[in-house]
C-alpha cells in the first residue's frame, strides 16, 4: 500500500480545467463585464492557461484602482454565464468514484471564489467531502496538510506548486493549458493525458505498482 495520511487515503483535485471545463464560461464572463465596462478583454488570450487568480489575470487591462469591482462583478455575473454550460471533463466522475472505491475522502481544493465553484459541483454532481475556495499556488499546501491529502490532482504548474509544498504526491493531467514539458519541469510526479487515466494510476499506487 502507498503511504496515507493518518485518516487514510485522501485525494485533492483542482477544479478548473481538471474536473471541469471552464473556458467557454470563463471567456463569456469576460465578455460581459468588458461590455459592462467599456474594455474589449483579449478573452482567448486570457483563458488559455486559466489557474491564476482573477486579479491577476485582469491587472494588465484595468487601472489598479478598478481591479477589486472588477472582480466583485465578474463573480457576480459568473453563476448567469458560466454555470449551466460548462461540463465536467471525460473521466471526471469516474476518476472521484476510483477514490471511493479505496474508502477514500475527495477534496476539491481551488483558486476559485467558493461559491461559484459550489455551483459547478452541485450543477455537475461532482462527488466530494470538502471544498476549499480562493487558495492558488503553493496556498493550496496549507489545506492539502490540514486535510490529510496524500495525492492533488491538477492541471497547472501553480498545482504542482501547492502539491509539492505539502509534500503530496502530484499528479498532472493535460486538459489545462500547460504543457507536459512545462508541467514535468515543475517537479511533478505524474502526467496523465486525462482523467480517464487516472482510476488506473491510483490503482497501482494504492497497490504500489505505480
Known amino acids: 500500500m502507498a503511504e496515507q495520511g493518518a485518516g487514510g487515503l485522501v485525494v485533492g483535485f483542482d477544479l478548473d480545467m481538471t474536473l471541469i471545463d471552464t473556458a467557454p464560461g470563463f471567456r463569456d464572463v469576460l465578455v460581459a463585464l468588458g461590455t459592462e465596462l467599456g474594455v474589449e478583454f483579449p478573452v482567448a488570450e486570457m483563458t488559455a492557461k486559466l489557474g491564476p487568480p482573477l486579479d491577476l489575470l485582469l491587472e494588465p487591462y484595468l487601472a489598479p484602482e478598478a481591479i477589486a469591482a472588477a472582480g466583485d462583478r465578474f463573480r457576480a455575473l459568473y453563476p448567469d ?75 497547472h504548474v501553480h498545482d504542482v506548486e501547492g502539491a509539492l509544498a505539502a509534500g503530496v504526491t502530484s499528479v498532472s493531467v ?37
Open 174 to 210: 493535460l486538459t489545462g493549458g500547460c504543457s507536459r514539458e512545462e508541467l514535468e519541469a515543475a517537479g511533478t510526479h505524474v502526467v496523465l493525458e486525462s482523467l480517464h487515466d487516472f482510476p488506473a494510476w491510483l490503482d497501482g499506487h494504492m497497490s504500489g505498482t505505480a
Open 81 to 155: 454565464h458560466a454555470i449551466t454550460g460548462t461540463p465536467a471533463f471525460g473521466g471526471a466522475h469516474e476518476a472521484l468514484a476510483a477514490v471511493r472505491r479505496h474508502a477514500g475522502r475527495v477534496l476539491v481544493v481551488t483558486g476559485k471564489y467558493a461559491p461559484n465553484a459550489r455551483l459547478h459541483l452541485d450543477h455537475l454532481g461532482l462527488d466530494h467531502d470538502h471544498l476549499e475556495g480562493w487558495v492558488w499556488g503553493v496556498g493550496k499546501a496549507d489545506v492539502l496538510r490540514r486535510e490529510g491529502a496524500s495525492v492533488y490532482v491538477g492541471d
